[in-house]
Structure formats: C-alpha cells, structure tokens
C-alpha cells in the first residue's frame, strides 16, 4: 500500500501544481469565459488521460516515447503563445484606457492566452494520469482477483495518493488567486518554466534514443541529467508552492484593508482567517508529498536481504535429501544447488500451517523471476512486487507463487531431483 501511496503522489504532484497553478491565476485574472475555457482544459485532460491509459494497457498501437514528445512539443508551443499573447494583450489593453476604448484586439488575445492554458493543463493529465491509472491493470497481472486483500490495499494506497495531490493541487488554486494577478502570473509562470525545462529535455532525449537528431556530448550531458534528476523538477515546483502560504501568511499579519463598520471588518477577518486555512493545507500537502518522496520511499524501497541457503540433509548425483527435521518449525527454509556453470538453483521449502504437508518451490516464479521470496510475520512474501503468498496454495501453479518442481516424500525426507531442478537454470542465470 505504501509503496503505491508514494508512486501515485510523485507520478501525479506536478500535474496537481500546474492545475492548480493555472486555474488560480484564471479565477483571479480571467473573466468567466476564460474561466470555462481553462476548466473544459481540465476535464479534457482528465478524459483523454482515461483514454490513453485504456490504449496503453489493451493495445500495441501506442508508443509512449513518441506520444511524449508530440505532448511536451504541443505544451511548449502553448506556453510560448500564452506569454506572447498575455504580454500584447496587456499592452493593447493599457493603450485602449488611454483612449478609454475597449480593446477587441486585447480581448481576443486574452481569450488565446487562455485557450493555450487550457491546452497545458489538458496535456499535463494527459502526460501524468495514465501512469496511475494503469497501476489496477499491473496489480491483476498478479493477483487474478479484485478481492484479494493485496488488491484491495494496493488500491488504497493509490486512493490515498490521489487524494493528497488533489488537495494539494486545490489548495494551490485557492491560494494563489488570494495572492493577486501579479502574484499569481509569477508564480505560476516560474512553475511552467520549471516544468518547461524539464520538457525541454526530455524530448532532447527522445530525439537522440530515437536517432532523429545527432548525438553530441552538450545534448547527451543535458538528456542524462534529466533522466537521473527528473525528482528535483518536482522539488522545483513544491519550492515554489511553498511561497504561496509565506506570502499569504505575511498579507494576514499585515491587513491595512480599510473598513467603515464593525460587519465589514468581520467579513474582512473572515477572508483572511480561510486564507490562512488554506495556506496551512498546502503546507500540510507539501510536506506529506516530500516526505513521500524521500522517507517514506527510502522506507518502501528498503531492500531485503533474502535468508541464506541451507546446508541439505545430502545430496548425491541425482537428488538433494531435505529432512522433516530442517523444515519442521512453520518458517521459511532456502535451499540450492549449484550446476557446473557456477549458477546456483534455489528452491524454498515450508510446512503448510495446520496441516502435514509442504509447500515446495523454486525461489522464483513466472512473473517476478528469480528475485526470491523472504519471511515476514509469518508469511511469505515476493521480494520484487511484495505480495503476500497463500502458504497453502505454495506448490501449486499460477499467479506469483513460486515455479512448481517435482519433488517426492520418502522415509522423512523430501527428495528433489537434481534433474527437474536443471530445467530451470536459464530462470537463475
């Protein structure tokens, strides 16, 4: 659950920033034209994110290397035409009040500049949303059931995730549209910029892993800084975030709004008392997402050391002897062969709880490979996607319970023939 909790918050916070973001300076500068304009971007993102991630998981037709690089083309192209349009549309605006004319001129770029916000909102979900909304598509591979308790953990955990990048993201919006146009714009843009740079680069990367431009060691350096420090892209829009409460907090302490009677100075308390409200939210928001993305991860992706191989009761040319007496105590025991390639076969084997019998495997399985299995309070887990096994179902086939091997049960021992083991040495190699 964790693990999805932390995956769902990092794929999905700078998606909930730029929403946030965008939709915060359209409430505080735009008419409620515009305003529709950026919102109907939203929903599209939200659909066309669904629709990509059902393509994605049920088609060969998409290449997600090359959809990323049409979105990030399409989003820098908007960002370039909404700063060029709100800059001529500020300018023809102000000359319009010195003639005290209307500016149908500056109307019309405004009303661009927002349909380019709308485009960059509607491609930021349509970049982050499928990742997540493939996570339930990935979890049935292995659990065949959507009421297996696995299943259902793992989905809160990205139930989780997307309720705090929601929050954050809403409280962004509601705070940055009490900062003011000027505010709002600065911040806003410098997020865009961030994420922009971040864009920037990936399609660099993708040109050159494609071979569609020329690889030089300037384009090579700036693709692997991005691939190995895309987290800090993030950083860069939390950071950012943060000035939004701190500038909030210092108007609160500040207020010089004048007022005429004891009901205006109430009403005017009251807007800045929710204004601190939302500013702690997102400061509450931010600090649980960078704790996702730092001690918790550290805490999910802890590596797990798997128990060393036992010694066998013997072993001669043709069998390894596992005797009731290693494997008698309900834990997990690990045994292996070695082959004459040097490739050590692992097997595990446990006794059934209530019962006589045994599970008996290889240390890997179809899905996950040779990655192993380990003890955790008394069950038994899959090292690489942690999900727990039915001890009693061990030495059947299907889902991630380990490989089956031919095995038999003969004056208290287990014999496993070397032979069968054999079989499945390219699964250790």
Same mark, same amino acid.
């Given at each position: 659950?964790?693990?999805?909790?932390?995956?769902?918050?990092?794929?999905?916070?700078?998606?909930?920033?730029?929403?946030?973001?965008?939709?915060?300076?359209?409430?505080?500068?735009?008419?409620?034209?515009?305003?529709?304009?950026?919102?109907?971007?939203?929903?599209?993102?939200?659909?066309?994110?669904?629709?990509?991630?059902?393509?994605?998981?049920?088609?060969?037709?998409?290449?997600?290397?090359?959809?990323?690089?049409?979105?990030?083309?399409?989003?820098?192209?908007?960002?370039?035409?909404?700063?060029?349009?709100?800059?001529?549309?500020?300018?023809?605006?102000?000359?319009?009040?010195?003639?005290?004319?209307?500016?149908?001129?500056?109307?019309?770029?405004?009303?661009?500049?927002?349909?380019?916000?709308?485009?960059?909102?509607?491609?930021?979900?349509?970049?982050?949303?499928?990742?997540?909304?493939?996570?339930?598509?990935?979890?049935?591979?292995?659990?065949?059931?959507?009421?297996?308790?696995?299943?259902?953990?793992?989905?809160?955990?990205?139930?989780?995730?997307?309720?705090?990048?929601?929050?954050?993201?809403?409280?962004?919006? *509601?705070? !940055?549209? @009490?900062?003011?146009? +000027? =505010?709002?714009?600065? &911040?806003?843009?410098? #997020? $865009?910029?961030?994420? %922009?740079?971040?864009?920037?680069?990936?399609?660099?990367?993708?040109?050159?892993?494609?071979?569609?431009?020329?690889?030089?060691?300037?384009?090579?350096?700036?693709?692997?800084?991005?691939?190995?420090?895309?987290?800090?892209?993030?950083?860069?829009?939390?950071?950012?975030?943060?000035?939004?409460?701190?500038?909030?907090?210092?108007?609160?302490?500040?207020?010089?709004?004048?007022?005429?009677?004891?009901?205006?100075?109430?009403?005017?308390?009251?807007?800045? *008392?929710? !204004?601190? @409200?939302?500013?702690? +939210? =997102?400061?509450?928001? &931010?600090?649980?997402? #960078? $704790?996702?993305?730092? %001690?918790?991860?550290?805490?999910a992706n802890k590596v797990v050391?798997?128990?060393?191989?036992?010694?066998?009761?013997?072993?001669?040319?043709?069998?390894?002897?596992?005797?009731?007496?290693?494997?008698?105590?309900?834990?997990?025991?690990?045994?292996?062969?070695?082959?004459?390639?040097?490739?050590?076969?692992?097997?595990?084997?446990?006794?059934?709880?209530?019962?006589?019998?045994?599970?008996?495997?290889?240390?890997?399985?179809?899905?996950?490979?040779?990655?192993?299995?380990?003890?955790?309070?008394?069950?038994?887990?899959?090292?690489l996607c942690d999900v727990v096994?039915?001890?009693?179902?061990?030495?059947?086939?299907?889902?991630?319970?380990?490989?089956?091997?031919?095995?038999?049960?003969?004056?208290?021992?287990?014999?496993?023939?070397?032979?069968?083991?054999?079989?499945?040495?390219?699964e250790f190699k």
């Amino acid at each position: 659950m964790l693990k999805y909790f932390i995956d769902t918050t990092e794929a999905l916070i700078t998606a909930a920033l730029i929403t946030g973001f965008v939709f915060g300076y359209a409430n505080a500068a735009y008419p409620k034209r515009e305003r529709i304009i950026v919102l109907l971007g939203g929903a599209a993102g939200l659909v066309s994110g669904a629709v990509m991630a059902y393509m994605k998981n049920a088609t060969s037709k998409i290449d997600t290397s090359m959809w990323n690089l049409r979105t990030f083309t399409v989003s820098l192209i908007a960002l370039a035409v909404f700063f060029v349009l709100t800059l001529l549309a500020l300018i023809f605006g102000r000359a319009a009040k010195k003639t005290e004319k209307k500016s149908v001129a500056a109307d019309i770029m405004s009303f661009i500049a927002a349909l380019a916000l709308a485009v960059i909102v509607c491609l930021a979900l349509l970049y982050a949303l499928p990742t997540v909304l493939s996570y339930p598509y990935s979890v049935l591979l292995v659990e065949k059931s959507v009421l297996s308790t696995t299943f259902i953990l793992k989905m809160v955990g990205i139930l989780f995730g997307i309720i705090l990048v929601y929050l954050a993201g809403l409280a962004v919006n *509601k705070g !940055s549209q @009490r900062l003011g146009v +000027l =505010t709002a714009f600065i &911040l806003m843009s410098v #997020v $865009l910029l961030c994420n %922009a740079v971040r864009q920037v680069t990936v399609c660099i990367r993708v040109l050159l892993t494609k071979r569609m431009i020329e690889k030089t060691d300037t384009l090579f350096e700036m693709a692997k800084f991005s691939s190995n420090n895309d987290h800090w892209f993030i950083y860069g829009g939390i950071i950012v975030a943060v000035f939004i409460p701190l500038i909030l907090y210092i108007k609160s302490v500040n207020v010089r709004e004048p007022y005429s009677n004891p009901a205006e100075h109430r009403k005017i308390r009251k807007k800045w *008392k929710i !204004s601190r @409200r939302w500013a702690l +939210l =997102t400061v509450l928001c &931010l600090t649980l997402t #960078v $704790l996702n993305m730092t %001690a918790f991860k550290a805490m999910a992706n802890k590596v797990v050391e798997l128990s060393p191989v036992e010694d066998a009761a013997s072993v001669d040319d043709e069998n390894i002897y596992v005797s009731f007496e290693q494997v008698s105590d309900g834990h997990l025991h690990r045994f292996g062969y070695v082959t004459k390639d040097n490739v050590q076969i692992r097997f595990i084997v446990i006794k059934k709880p209530n019962s006589s019998s045994y599970g008996i495997g290889l240390d890997a399985c179809d899905i996950c490979g040779e990655t192993g299995y380990y003890e955790k309070d008394g069950q038994v887990v899959c090292k690489l996607c942690d999900v727990v096994m039915n001890i009693n179902t061990i030495g059947f086939k299907g889902g991630c319970n380990p490989i089956v091997i031919p095995y038999s049960v003969e004056n208290g021992n287990i014999i496993v023939p070397i032979e069968g083991l054999l079989e499945y040495e390219h699964e250790f190699k």
